[in-house]
């Protein structure tokens, strides 16, 4: 069964300084993986995803995710955080079981809280 | 491009009560629409999978005659909670893919359901 988790419940940073929240993953053959955030009482909203291609994929307001397959991780990362980066992260992976709709299997979620 | 939209944004009702929770999609045609339920802090639970014109899929533990989903055109599903009760009280979100973005999702805003 395909499986995603996100390790750290709450990840705290400084404004200005670099960002990482972790995501693993455990799929059979290649993974398709995406990277959401939800910010309070609204949906969520695309921020990136590795299908194929390089390693480092960039998406938006500058966050980056880099793919590990030896690790199995999907790392969201971004160089500078700001303290409107405040908000709940989803990492997920595309299910490619038996019914193939393309539903999602979404880790737990990661708050994150970026402090002045 | 690709917006998703729920209405209503929020809903109060009363027991027994029955709710009905629209998904459009705004500029593109929706093949695949998914409904979430989201506790609160907690990551999103698949309540269903539904295609235009054929039934819904619905995840295991989840009740097909209280929670009623349509998919009748490319741009709209509904969700109705029939015969509401307080444990129903959630964040419901829908998400869609058409024909060019059937590897990610689009999400709508979420409606927030109140059962007193």
């Known amino acids: 069964a395909q499986s995603v988790a996100q390790p750290e419940d709450q990840v705290n940073v400084a404004e200005g300084n670099p960002l990482t929240v972790k995501c693993t993953y455990s799929v059979s053959g290649n993974p398709y993986l995406f990277w959401y955030v939800q910010y309070p009482n609204r949906g969520l909203q695309f921020l990136l995803k590795y299908i194929t291609g390089d390693n480092l994929v960039k998406g938006s307001y500058g966050f980056e995710a880099e793919f590990n397959k030896s690790q199995t991780s999907f790392h969201l990362k971004k160089p500078s955080a700001l303290v409107s980066d405040s908000a709940l992260y989803f990492c997920?992976?595309?299910?490619?079981?038996?019914?193939?709709?393309?539903?999602?299997?979404f880790g737990q979620g990661t708050t994150l809280q970026v402090k002045p | 491009g690709a917006v998703v939209s729920q209405h209503p944004s929020w809903v109060i009702c009363k027991s027994g009560t029955s709710v009905k929770i629209e998904c459009r999609s705004l500029?593109?045609?929706?093949?695949?629409m998914f409904w979430y339920r989201q506790f609160p802090k907690q990551s999103l639970m698949l309540m269903a999978t539904?295609?235009?014109?054929?039934?819904?899929?619905?995840e295991q533990g989840v009740e097909k005659d209280k929670f009623l989903i349509n998919h009748a055109s490319l741009t709209l599903s509904t969700l109705t909670v029939t015969s509401a009760h307080p444990e129903d009280s959630s964040f419901y979100i829908c998400?869609?893919?058409?024909?060019?973005?059937?590897?990610?999702?689009?999400f709508g805003p979420g409606t927030r359901l109140t059962v007193l």
């Open positions: 500029d593109f045609q929706a093949t695949t």
């Open positions: 539904s295609n235009e014109g054929s039934k819904a899929t619905y």
């Open positions: 998400s869609a893919t058409g024909f060019d973005s059937y590897n990610e999702q689009f």
């Open positions: 997920a992976v595309r299910d490619f079981g038996s019914s193939n709709t393309g539903k999602l299997i």
